[in-house]
């Protein structure tokens, strides 16, 4: 076989990047040789004269005006607004959630500390709607604290929580943001007498010692504690974890009683899906928008679905996930969209994620980031979610409101 024909049986139509001519795919090739042998790129191919191998979005551009009798650098033009456009909304969806930097961050962060002072990690999770997840690192005996907001965005600094009500405070949310806090300040003193007891109950286990204390004792009891917070395990200890609010779940945390189902549909399917005739309407409206942003027609949709009655958590998570790019550990992998008229693209996402977690040999619905702390698993081996008969174990409500462990 040629090197050529090869290629051809390697060659793999994958996601447009945002701005490619209307009629253009992009195309994943192999490097058959050389010191590149095995890996990827990208060409792009298509136009009225079905060009080939073409390098770059602009030269696609360029090449698509030319055939077409249009403006060449008019249309670039176009191309480089569009670009500052996207990076605008982008810029304003790190505002949202506080991952800027420098002077915007400052910015926010002084907001926030100028009506409340630096605000207490330990309280962060009673901020309503707030939890953190806490990892003890043995090889560094340090512990790692992660705050988690209602969006499941994750935050490793207190500053970076700071910068999120900020952004708020300064957008006309002063008064919302005065509640919480001010609720969170004052649960957070009826349970341990002050905002300054001395500790930090989130780095602490139930006896009061330090988690890398608890390492080096050897005591049975408290060594059994810390496999607790380091693997988020059962343990008969976890009544004494209660008052140090929500970690990582353990696996009591979770039930299979709360209905979750998964149905695969894809973007050139337009059957109506079985049991999902509340959300038909939701998910035909993200098909038609990633068509018409030149998805591939065969990439896969996951709708789940569940009941907001019996889990407010499902409400949150249910929804249209859509096939990504690439695969995650070796299978497919889906992020949750939806249609946002706000946005310049008609679409939202969020940081969830419909995933095969190959450490611990499970489906996963959760962020990409913190696998530990995963909103439902089913350990049914599948190659897709979508052909899982076994039960989704599905957080429970009252982990989120302090009532796991």
């Given at each position: 076989?040629?090197?050529?024909?090869?290629?051809?049986?390697?060659?793999?139509?994958?996601?447009?990047?945002p701005?490619?001519?209307q009629?253009?795919?992009?195309?994943?090739?192999?490097y058959?040789s050389?010191k590149?042998?095995?890996?990827?790129?990208?060409?792009?191919?298509?136009?009225?004269?079905?060009?080939?191998?073409?390098?770059?979005?602009?030269?696609?551009?360029?090449?698509?005006?030319?055939?077409?009798?249009?403006?060449?650098?008019?249309?670039?033009?176009k191309?480089?607004?569009?670009?500052?456009?996207?990076?605008?909304?982008?810029?304003?969806?790190r505002e949202?959630?506080g991952?800027v930097?420098?002077?915007k961050?400052e910015?926010?962060?002084?907001?926030?500390e100028?009506?409340f002072?630096?605000l207490?990690?330990?309280?962060?999770?009673?901020?309503?709607?707030?939890?953190?997840?806490?990892k003890?690192?043995?090889?560094?005996?340090q512990?790692?604290?992660?705050?988690?907001?209602p969006?499941?965005?994750?935050?490793?600094?207190?500053?970076s929580?700071?910068?999120?009500?900020?952004?708020?405070m300064?957008?006309?949310d002063?008064?919302?943001?005065k509640?919480?806090?001010?609720?969170?300040?004052?649960?957070?003193?009826?349970?341990?007498?002050?905002?300054?007891?001395?500790?930090?109950?989130?780095?602490?286990?139930?006896?009061?010692?330090?988690?890398?204390?608890?390492a080096?004792?050897?005591?049975?009891?408290?060594l059994q504690?810390?496999?607790?917070?380091k693997?988020?395990?059962?343990?008969?200890t976890?009544?004494?974890?209660?008052?140090?609010?929500?970690?990582?779940p353990?696996?009591?945390?979770?039930?299979?009683?709360?209905?979750?189902v998964?149905?695969?549909?894809?973007l050139?399917?337009?059957?109506?899906?079985p049991?999902a005739?509340?959300?038909a309407?939701?998910?035909?409206?993200?098909r038609?928008?990633?068509?018409?942003?030149?998805?591939r027609?065969g990439?896969d949709l996951?709708v789940v679905?569940?009941?907001?009655?019996?889990?407010?958590?499902?409400?949150?998570?249910?929804?249209?996930?859509y096939?990504?790019?690439?695969?995650?550990?070796?299978?497919?992998?889906?992020?949750w969209?939806?249609?946002?008229?706000e946005?310049r693209?008609?679409?939202?996402?969020?940081?969830?994620?419909v995933y095969?977690?190959?450490?611990?040999?499970?489906?996963?619905?959760?962020q990409?980031?913190?696998p530990?702390?995963?909103?439902?698993h089913?350990?049914?081996d599948?190659?897709s979610?979508?052909?899982l008969?076994?039960?989704?174990s599905?957080?429970?409500?009252?982990?989120f409101?302090?009532?796991?462990?």
């Amino acid at each position: 076989m040629s090197r050529r024909s090869q290629a051809n049986l390697v060659d793999k139509f994958v996601e447009p990047p945002p701005g490619l001519p209307q009629g253009w795919q992009a195309v994943e090739k192999l490097y058959l040789s050389g010191k590149y042998a095995g890996g990827t790129y990208i060409r792009f191919q298509g136009g009225l004269k079905n060009t080939k191998g073409v390098c770059s979005v602009n030269k696609a551009i360029e090449k698509d005006a030319q055939d077409r009798g249009l403006d060449v650098q008019a249309e670039l033009a176009k191309y480089e607004q569009f670009k500052k456009a996207q990076e605008d909304e982008k810029e304003k969806e790190r505002e949202r959630n506080g991952t800027v930097k420098g002077e915007k961050f400052e910015q926010f962060v002084e907001a926030f500390e100028s009506e409340f002072g630096k605000l207490e990690a330990a309280v962060v999770p009673k901020i309503p709607g707030w939890t953190c997840v806490v990892k003890y690192l043995p090889t560094s005996g340090q512990t790692h604290v992660s705050y988690i907001s209602p969006e499941y965005q994750f935050y490793g600094m207190v500053k970076s929580v700071e910068a999120v009500f900020g952004y708020r405070m300064l957008n006309g949310d002063l008064a919302a943001v005065k509640k919480l806090i001010e609720k969170a300040r004052a649960d957070f003193i009826k349970e341990h007498g002050s905002l300054e007891p001395g500790y930090n109950p989130l780095r602490r286990l139930s006896d009061g010692s330090t988690l890398q204390e608890a390492a080096e004792s050897g005591n049975a009891d408290t060594l059994q504690e810390l496999e607790d917070f380091k693997n988020g395990g059962d343990a008969p200890t976890r009544t004494k974890r209660a008052k140090l609010g929500p970690k990582i779940p353990f696996a009591s945390d979770y039930s299979e009683e709360i209905p979750l189902v998964l149905v695969q549909s894809s973007l050139k399917q337009t059957e109506p899906l079985p049991d999902a005739s509340s959300v038909a309407e939701s998910v035909a409206t993200v098909r038609s928008l990633l068509l018409a942003r030149r998805f591939r027609a065969g990439s896969d949709l996951l709708v789940v679905l569940g009941h907001a009655a019996l889990h407010r958590g499902v409400e949150k998570v249910a929804g249209t996930y859509y096939e990504m790019g690439e695969h995650f550990n070796g299978r497919k992998c889906f992020q949750w969209v939806q249609a946002s008229p706000e946005a310049r693209s008609g679409l939202s996402c969020l940081a969830l994620y419909v995933y095969w977690h190959a450490e611990v040999s499970r489906w996963q619905l959760g962020q990409l980031s913190d696998p530990e702390a995963c909103l439902a698993h089913c350990a049914e081996d599948k190659p897709s979610p979508a052909e899982l008969t076994a039960p989704w174990s599905v957080l429970k409500e009252d982990f989120f409101s302090g009532g796991g462990h």
